[in-house]
């Protein structure tokens, strides 16, 4: 398990790293092999907000938390994060559902599985536009987010609405 620790506005401490890598080590029982865990501490205010990403045998789950406590965080997060491993496993197949119910850390019982559908498809063609274009767009349709092709660099983008009200940009890479 490799951990990369980021902090903003808040000091992480030995107390509170050693605590939340002997959490972390319960979950490698869903792993075959090593996994990596990016740790996001930020003081937002008087709440501590903790954000767990864990990427490992074609697994990236996410998980983010909002306290008055950077340690409360910890064990609201890591259920977040057993429940949607569990979920995924169980999709895939890879491990028995049995397995899962005897060997669950955080978790009291097991998730339910989501069995939506696509029930609608969208065809469109990609036009070239600047981001700026695009964000009139975004905020025309009211949508939370708009693909188009960057016409500035030839690759597809997609323009998000944030928490916050902010707007994010993902580039797609082939």
Known sequence: MKIKYI??????TNKFKEILEKKLEKLEKY???SF??????TKQGDNDKLELTVSGDNLFIRSEVV????????????PKIEKQIVKQ????KTKTTKDFASSLEFLTEMPVLDTSK???KKSFELVPLTVNDAKFNLEALGHSFYIFLN?????VNVLYKREAGNLGLIEVLF
Do not use: H, P, Q, W
């Not at 902090?7 to 992480?12: L, P, Q, T």
């Not at 990596?36 to 501490?41: G, R």
């Open 36 to 41: 990596d865990v990016k740790i996001n501490c």
């Open 7 to 12: 902090a903003k506005d808040y000091k992480i």
């Open 31 to 33: 792993f075959s092999k």
């Open 118 to 120: 696509v029930v609608k």
């Open 67 to 78: 306290s008055e406590n950077m340690y409360s965080n910890i064990d609201l997060a890591l």
């Open 151 to 155: 016409a500035e660099t030839g690759k």
């Open 89 to 92: 496993f169980s999709r895939t």
